[in-house]
């Protein structure tokens, strides 16, 4: 059964893990609308079409041709996620601190996790790392790669903010809904951007009426094109580094530029678009004192990772400067 973690913070009745949950939703908006499969082992394999038999006519008294169509094995691997929070013995013990300094710690590191997570679901780059999972960046070039050009576009105008004037706006807007038209059933769950993308996109939004707003699970407000989000994807563990940076190239590489960003379009379901895949569910073990030294140990342990089944699922529009007057 495929559950998001939003999902299972409602129905989580240990404090630890549902604490761990939370705090990791609180910092990583994009984890409410991820959908998670347990497989239970390290990788799974699944079947996606390659391509479509041929239907063909005839003439009569003549047969038709034979076409079957073809498909292919695709493996996606979990990557061992989880760290180990330690808080020295005194300092948990001490009458005059204010609050469990576990807890801290432990908010603390799921921070980090958060933080942790959103960078390598775009960025994650198992060529250079083989202990992370593939990120969408280069999940939408091997699509490329198979042929599926309209996943990744430039926008239309580099050379000014889409913000310059309203003939910048409205071509920037023909460009999203590109983007989104390239979504199977035209229709992704999120638009996937930096804050300063974010703050451009709802400014014309809201300079042409078309900005709508909803709330998540803990009330803050969530801004909408049409139906669907715009989230903002933050930043790195270091609070600075922007995931998305503002210096790619026009012609869309991850740097070396001077003003340019991208937006990514995501849909996601179980085994047919995008998805998460665990080989368990996030754990939180309160192992106690330590026998090396006088600590208490934390260990989260979730292993976890991405799929993808349908080229459709995700797409990318590369070459966009947000806003030249800053």
């Not at 849909?267 to 998805?275: R, V």
């Not at 989260?300 to 030249?324: E, K, L, S, T």
Request: charged residues 25%; negative net charge; contains cysteine.
């Amino acid at each position: 059964m495929a559950w998001t973690l939003a999902e299972m913070s409602k129905i989580e009745t240990d404090p630890g893990r549902k604490s761990v949950i939370d705090t990791m939703l609180m910092e990583a908006n994009l984890l409410e609308i991820v959908p998670w499969e347990t497989i239970g082992r390290l990788n799974t394999t699944m079947v996606r079409h390659q391509d479509l038999p041929s239907f063909g006519y005839r003439k009569v008294t003549e047969g038709y041709s034979e076409s079957t169509g073809h498909f292919e094995l695709k493996v996606e691997s979990v990557s061992l996620g989880g760290l180990d929070i330690d808080t020295d013995i005194v300092i948990a013990r001490n009458s005059f601190t204010i609050e469990d300094a576990r807890a801290v710690q432990q908010n603390m590191a799921m921070k980090s996790a958060a933080y942790q997570f959103n960078w390598k679901f775009i960025s994650g780059n198992p060529t250079s790392d083989p202990e992370e999972f593939k990120g969408i960046r280069l999940r939408v070039d091997d699509i490329v790669a198979e042929g599926y050009t309209d996943q990744k576009f430039a926008c239309s105008d580099t050379d000014t903010g889409i913000l310059n004037s309203e003939a910048t706006r409205f071509n920037f807007l023909q460009d999203v809904d590109k983007l989104i038209y390239a979504i199977k059933g035209h229709a992704p769950d999120a638009l996937l951007m930096n804050k300063k993308m974010l703050l451009a996109f709802r400014s014309c939004l809201i300079r042409n009426k078309l900005l709508n707003q909803a709330q998540d699970m803990f009330g803050r407000v969530i801004d909408m094109y049409g139906n669907i989000r715009l989230i903002d994807i933050g930043t790195r563990a270091d609070q600075s580094t922007e995931i998305i940076l503002n210096t790619e190239t026009a012609a869309g590489a991850a740097s070396g530029g001077t003003e340019c960003t991208s937006i990514y379009a995501v849909k996601f379901g179980i085994a047919e678009l995008l998805w998460g895949i665990q080989m368990y569910p996030i754990e939180v073990r309160d192992l106690g004192e330590i026998q090396t030294k006088p600590v208490y140990r934390t260990r989260v342990d979730w292993p976890h990772g991405m799929a993808d089944v349908d080229p459709r699922c995700i797409a990318r529009m590369y070459g966009i400067v947000p806003d030249n007057s800053a």
